[in-house]
């Protein structure tokens, strides 16, 4: 016994001993940083474009998982029937065209000849089998909703597949843009049981390697159906939790990409090496109210508090003054949203904010809590709106949340006011009728006002596209006048960029379209 | 000794299932759920529902408790809710990976903290010893995540260098391992040798001080003999016990350091799992921390014996 414990101890030395000489032998490279980074351009010739992530993935099933770790992996991977362009139109993905012979038919053209990564050429089939997946209530994909509306799927013949919907759907085509609704092959789902570790899609990369909290390696998707895309021959993403590791490893060219928010500009000023790239993002900052109670139940008090508060301030301080006044249908979503900045209610105006709060029987206000997430930007807004909340009686404490007490109180409606940062999707019903229908799944206010509903079932059936357009500026305007929640700014989304990446554009719409990128 | 060592590993088995409970209800306290974090915007009734018979959550807590620890009992951690990945294999991965950047911490520190410690006990209260005891409180004070952060920003700034992207197993290509690895290891390693040479200080002069040390002197042994045979030798005790604890607790996970270094390591894992409160991952993680824990407190008083022939378990 005495010696079998001797010999491990000795065993431990001896490792330790062997870890020591390496160590000892390596030390000199983190001195000589010149050497190791003149290396690295000689062993990589080719096209590799590596990516400095934020977080892990959580897995890569298009259906089931909306982590945006996930979707920029998987966004890669796979397509759509169809996508949008920036003014909100719909292009041909896999759906060369497509034809609508009455509110309820939806016919589509297959691309010929696209293969799935395993070599197998999609076909209609597939197209029937992926929404039959999503459908499946077993599979429990995240956006079931979006594709209820449909009755029957028909395969036609292998390049067209028909849907027909239970009753008319206008949002269909935009959800169908929307990669839960991904094309995948049947055998790899069956094969696997689902498409959480694998990944078989029609996308210009295909995937190589997961390992992980470290990396995503992808490669090019030879047979990819665009002729000469993609440029790259591989992405490599590489976790990095830790903000300033992000910032020095696209300093030394370790990483070609990064995004990180506002804050952090200044980091990076000055150095040639390095482009900030912007675009105006599809989220907007509100402040939401909490129903049960009866202040905030009083719209008189919600208008007082829409006068009282000076946005342009909140987007100078919070934002550097690089964000967008807006409602609940952001200007990244075109011709869907109305014109905000000049109506009355968001004009700062005290002296009608007090009158309202006397009216509405608080002359002194009244003191009240607003809960933060933890993104900088929603934190310091809150402080700011505390601030300028003060000047009409209302005494308001920051309650910081950690992200799941944040999800638990906007659920349970535990709050009284909350501010936070929402995404408004790509179709005016998402912005609208999810946040602030009466049944709405993200209403999670207790609001309710019949008129909104009413115009909120018309939109959904009407699928004449400038009738359409009339019902959600309607909504729109109503909405406004009824503050449900204090809509702030709609903030840009910043890319940091080395020098040597050529051809990245990325826009609310398109946001990692690396299909033209080149490395030099 | 056998049956000391028979003993303790039996003593193992309460403690394991008392940190298995507590961990089990933290989790269930904490707010937040593990089908939030997945359904985020999109959730549903009708899709928590779904979640919610697939995870089992439906069942009674005592039924849950009971049904995950038969499992791990019979040596299955189950699989993540998250990933739906298997835990075990996962986390014996990322166990390596922390093991060998604790290893290398351990050595660092020693190699900077026993000479120093010896010297600045000899030199006691000469300029050597102030800079030494200076130097020491710098380490027990500066917090790792700072020196981590700072070392790294350092060294983009002034030498536009960054270690290797993307984790490499030792075994895969030892050189760029050893480059990834080192910086994290000399954070860890400086960190700790702080305390560690405050101990060798303090413990050298107390033996130095006895009896038996003016006797050896007295024989005449050279200095050289007094100090390493006799000396630190008898005032080895209290240092074992300190690096005991310090391993155990870096074996644990060194989150921060891994985080800001992007190691994957066992710390890395447990905070993710925490965060997006994957409840399999988290328990079992904490779990395993627990056992490696008491399993090197265990080694640590095995090694007395053999530092301290004096000390024996019967």
Known sequence: MKKKVLSIFLLLVLMTMIFTACGGNEKPATEQPAATGQEQPAEAPAQILKYGTDAEPVGLDPHTISAVASVRIFRQIYNTLIDVDGDMNFIPELAESWEQPDDLTYIFNLRHGVKFHNGREMVADDVKYSFERILNPDTAALGKSYYDSISTIEVVDDYTVKFILKEPFAPFMSNLTSLYGAIVPKEVVEENENLMQVACGTGPFMLQEWVPDNKVILTKNPDYFVEGQPKLDSIEFYVMTDEASRIAALRTGSVHLIKLPASSISLVEGNDDITIMDFQSNDYLFLGFNFDLDKFKDVRVRQAISYAINRQEIIDLVYDGEATVTGLVPPAMGRWAMDYASEDLYQQNIEKAKQLMAEAGYPDGFETTIAVGLLDDIRGAGEILQKQLEQIGIKATIENLESGQYVDAWKNRTHEMMAGRNGAGTDPNRSVAFFYSSTGSANVWGYSNPAVDALCDQGKITVDEAKREEVYKEAQKLLVNDCPNIWIASPMDYYFVRKEMKNFNPSTFDLENFNDVTIE | ?314
């Open chain 2, 1 to 314: 000794m056998r049956s000391y060592i028979i003993r303790r590993i039996l003593m193992l088995i309460p403690v394991l299932i008392g940190i298995s409970l507590c961990i089990f209800l933290i989790m269930q306290l904490i707010p937040g759920d593990v089908i939030s974090g997945l359904l985020g915007i999109e959730e549903n009734p009708e899709l928590r529902a779904q979640y919610v018979k697939k995870f089992g959550l439906d069942q009674p807590l005592y039924k849950q408790y009971l049904d995950w620890i038969t499992n791990v009992v019979k040596g299955d951690f189950g699989t993540s809710f998250r990933t739906e990945k298997e835990i075990l294999p996962e986390m014996m991965s990322r166990f390596k990976i922390t093991f060998q950047l604790t290893i290398m911490a351990a050595v660092i520190s020693w190699l900077i903290a026993i000479p120093l410690g010896i010297i600045s006990a000899l030199k006691r209260n000469t300029w050597i010893d102030g800079v030494v005891r200076f130097v020491a409180l710098l380490g027990v004070s500066v917090p790792n995540f700072a020196f981590a952060t700072l070392l790294i920003l350092f060294l983009s700034i002034a030498f536009d260098y960054y270690p290797p992207v993307g984790y490499v197993g030792f075994f895969e290509n030892s050189k760029v391992n050893m480059e990834i690895m080192i910086l994290p290891a000399i954070v860890l390693g400086t960190i700790m040798s702080g305390s560690v040479m405050r101990m060798t200080r303090s413990s050298v002069l107390e033996v130095l001080r006895q009896d038996f040390i003016k006797t050896v002197r007295a024989k005449g042994a050279s200095e050289k003999v007094v100090i390493f045979v006799h000396a630190l030798r008898n005032g080895l005790i209290p240092i074992i016990t300190l690096i005991g604890m310090q391993i155990g607790g870096l074996l644990g996970g060194t989150v921060v350091t891994e985080q800001i270094f992007s190691i994957p390591g066992l710390g890395q894992m447990v905070l993710t799992a925490i965060n997006q409160r994957d409840y399999p991952v988290v328990q079992g993680c904490i779990l395993f921390i627990a056992f490696i824990y008491v399993m090197v407190n265990l080694i640590v008083d095995i090694l007395y014996t053999y530092v301290d022939p004096r000390i024996s378990y019967k």
